[in-house]
């Protein structure tokens, strides 16, 4: 075999294997939850609320953790799109490739790297100040403060990709900045800023530790900002951490629950960007 | 045609990125109908000139700008000068076909509605303008099609129908053929040449045969300076500098 044809067949063989390592524990991560949380899965589990009981293996479900994770993760999500969209539009669009700009990013990649407890312990403290009790609200603006940043930099590589020759484009057309933003790169970036809100979706409704201390824990379905919530991750760790072994079980059935919703939403991600890319250049 | 009343007089412009001079102490007066080509081999500033006049060059934040452009009479180049009205007078077709992400119908309508111009329905405008860049017969049952799905040559009728909706008085084209097959080129072309009775159309080119084709006025640079300007046929016949001879028969660029 000639030199070349053995390295190419090396490095073909390391990146199948590196493929394989990834996918392998992924599906090993699957199985075990599978394996350990079917048997514990039941119609009752996402259609009750925990009655009497229930923590030490009696009736009920955990409908008011699926309410309150999803009531979270839109709220905290919806927020953060809310505040990163501007962001990004201004690291591109306004600041352009200046010092400016690549000293904006570093401080949000710094602020991507900080553990989501740091986040909960901030608006813990916060909370502490206020004399505040935990509650739906201050999880939301915990997530929120742990997502911005995520979602900021997920949209500002989403925009960089926009073609500049699109942006002068609209220039020569007499376009205030503000028109080329909005009517034209941003709608341009939609599928990708739809990737970027499903993303940091996803890790809001995994994220156990932002709200730990921030939102409580409660077997009612919250009904108002200031009322505690669930979440999924929560109920996942509360039941792991009993010593009864079905109660265990159900945690993990919770995790099956927790990842149905987010491989769901990845699905949906993929669908609503094809539809999303009909009017978009390549 | 009357050459003797310029649309657009530049006076000593000079632009800089950083270090590099792209161009050196411009003057010369556009003819107010008609084609105008701006020749020269790659990289002699044809496009920073072209760039200058609807000050697309102020995207660039190294470029530095000095010197005068006059449109009738009026310094556009002063910073209290609205760009947005400039823009509005001075429409650009790019060298690629850049059609903005949404439908035929709305590419065209982008401009008027963005600029609120009105005395005439927006449909009756975009049905005009896409009969002006010889695209009607084509698009009029895919308006609400995505522009993206046009082929290349037909994304170039729409960038000129789209420039047209804003009703400029100066036409920017910037090689609008150099990514075309030859048949949509033409198709292209010849749109152009039959706007350039009611336009002043700045084209940029560095194609000596499309220069002859088309242009009635022609601007020769070469290494960010203006080298000879003139009617286009003596300009090809008679040259007088010895780089445009050159360049005129084929020995450089």
């Known amino acids: ?282 | 045609m009357d050459y003797n009343e310029p649309v657009l007089k530049v006076r000593n412009l000079n632009v800089s990125y950083g270090q590099l001079n792209a161009l050196k102490n411009i003057n010369v007066d556009i003819p107010r109908r008609g084609v105008t080509a701006i020749l020269g081999p790659s990289g002699c500033g044809k496009t920073t000139l072209l760039k200058s006049f609807n000050r697309l060059v102020e995207l660039n934040p190294e470029a530095k700008v000095s010197g005068e452009i006059l449109l009738d009479g009026v310094n556009v180049n002063n910073p209290d000068y609205d760009v947005i009205d400039l823009r509005k007078r001075v429409g650009m077709i790019g060298q690629v076909p850049t059609p903005l992400p949404m439908s035929v119908y709305d590419n065209v309508a982008f401009g008027p509605r963005m600029h609120g111009l009105d005395g005439e329905n927006t449909a009756a405008r975009v049905e005009r303008c896409l009969r002006a860049a010889g695209l009607w017969e084509e698009m009029k049952n895919r308006l609400r099609e995505p522009a993206n799905r046009l082929s290349v040559g037909q994304q170039q009728r729409l960038s000129l129908a789209r420039a047209l909706a804003v009703e400029p008085e100066v036409l920017l084209c910037d090689e609008p053929t150099s990514a075309l097959d030859p048949v949509s080129a033409k198709h292209v072309e010849d749109q152009l040449m039959g706007l350039k009775k009611e336009y002043c159309i700045l084209f940029v080119t560095h194609t000596l045969r499309q220069a002859k084709r088309i242009s009635d006025y022609v601007l020769f640079m070469y290494m960010g300076e203006l080298v000879e300007h003139g009617p286009a046929r003596r300009m090809f016949t008679q040259p007088t500098d010895t780089r445009t001879k050159e360049y005129v028969e084929g020995v450089i660029g």
């Open chain 1, 1 to 282: 075999m000639k030199p070349s044809a053995v390295e190419e067949s090396l490095f073909r063989g390391l990146m199948i294997l590196s493929t394989a390592l990834v996918v392998g524990s992924l599906l090993a991560v699957f199985a075990s939850v599978a394996f350990k949380g079917l048997p514990a899965l039941s119609v009752e589990m996402i259609t009750q609320t925990p009655k009497g009981g229930y923590y030490i293996g009696k009736e009920g479900g955990i409908l008011n953790a699926i309410v309150g994770s999803l009531y979270l993760a839109i709220g905290a999500t919806a927020l953060s799109l809310l505040l990163g969209l501007p962001v990004a539009l201004f690291l591109t669009e306004v600041c352009g490739d200046t010092r400016t700009a690549s000293y904006y990013r570093r401080v949000l990649d710094v602020l991507c790297g900080v553990p989501s407890i740091v986040y909960g312990a901030f608006v813990f403290t916060i909370m502490i100040v206020l004399r505040a009790r935990a509650s739906l609200l201050y999880g939301i603006v915990a997530v929120t403060l742990f997502e911005f940043p995520l979602m900021t930099r997920a949209i500002d590589e989403v925009l960089k990709k926009v073609p500049q020759r699109l942006r002068e484009t609209t220039y020569a057309l007499g376009a205030t900045r503000w028109e080329v933003a909005t009517r034209v790169v941003t709608r341009q970036a939609l599928p990708g800023i739809l990737s970027a809100f499903l993303l940091c979706f996803g890790r809001a409704i995994g994220d156990a530790a932002a709200v730990l201390l921030t939102v409580g824990y409660t077997d009612n379905i919250p009904t108002s900002l200031s009322d505690q919530a669930a979440t999924l991750p929560l109920a996942v760790f509360f039941q792991l951490a009993t010593p009864m072994p079905e109660v265990q079980q159900r945690a993990y059935a919770s995790g099956i629950i927790l990842l149905v919703i987010v491989i769901t939403l990845s699905l949906a991600s993929r669908w609503g960007s094809k539809k999303l890319t009909r009017y978009i250049n390549r």
